[in-house]
């Protein structure tokens, strides 16, 4: 198994542009989540999904946009890329055996530079 | 919402001393609190949890204790060596919040030998 997979790993934009970070999970799980992790700030949640079909606004969601289409899928979308957006961004899953507990399994990274 | 607070946010030690780091919470509804550890360059990983029916958790060299009352946890590595040095975050999880962990800011911990 793969785990999770995250496309690109690096991009860096111009302010204004548009672009797609692509999370792929192959441990059928249920949940899936995208963090951004900048200096001194921990790991802030930006949108979350609890199943395909269905996504919610984490702590930071202004400036992104995600979609669940397939329950393996979890993209996250900047449509106007802004040089507070550069970050380190991390895509998550979990599967949730209870309403109190789960491991969150998480992607390599993708670097995201803003000009 | 839950509001999770790291305490310290660097933390060196010597190889072989202890380690110790704390974390308080917010929200008395919290029921499960996990640790992630992230070496340089890599992805977090989960390292220990423990759930709020539980006191103390040990795993090896590891260990993580729970005081609900003054809603706070604290995480205890012993016989530290140097792949012990890593950012370590906390988290806790606010029952009936689906799916949502509250991260710490972090501590990033360099075990010198």
């Known amino acids: 198994n793969a785990g999770v997979t995250q496309t690109p790993k690096f991009r860096v934009l111009k302010t204004g542009q548009s672009m797609t970070l692509l999370c792929a999970q192959d441990?059928?799980?249920?949940?899936m989540y995208w963090y951004r992790q900048d200096p001194g700030m921990g790991l802030r949640l930006i949108h979350y999904?609890?199943?395909?079909?269905?996504?919610a606004k984490g702590e930071v969601p202004d400036g992104y946009n995600v979609s669940r289409l397939k329950k393996q899928n979890f993209l996250l979308g900047l449509e106007s890329a802004a040089p507070s957006q550069t970050s380190v961004y991390f895509c998550?899953?979990?599967?949730?055996?209870?309403?109190?507990?789960?491991?969150?399994?998480f992607g390599e990274g993708s670097r995201l530079t803003v000009l | 919402g839950e509001n999770v607070e790291q305490h310290p946010s660097t933390l060196s030690v010597q190889e072989g001393d202890s380690a110790v780091i704390k974390c308080t919470y917010s929200?008395?509804?919290?029921?499960?609190f996990p640790w992630y550890k992230q070496e340089l360059g890599k992805r977090p990983q989960l390292i220990i949890d423990?759930?709020?029916?539980?006191g103390e958790k040990k795993d090896q060299r590891i260990a993580v204790t729970l005081n609900k009352t003054a809603k706070h946890f604290s995480l205890h590595i012993t016989e530290t060596q140097p792949e012990d040095s890593a950012v370590y975050f906390c988290?806790?999880?606010?029952?009936?919040?689906?799916?949502?962990?509250?991260f710490g800011a972090g501590t990033q911990v360099v075990v010198t030998p």
């Open positions: 998550a899953s979990s599967y949730f055996r209870d309403r109190s507990s789960g491991e969150l399994f």
């Open positions: 441990m059928n799980h249920e949940y």
């Open positions: 999904s609890v199943g395909e079909g269905t996504t």
């Open positions: 929200d008395s509804a919290s029921n499960y």
């Open positions: 423990i759930r709020s029916n539980v």
């Open positions: 988290a806790a999880h606010r029952r009936g919040d689906w799916g949502k962990l509250q």
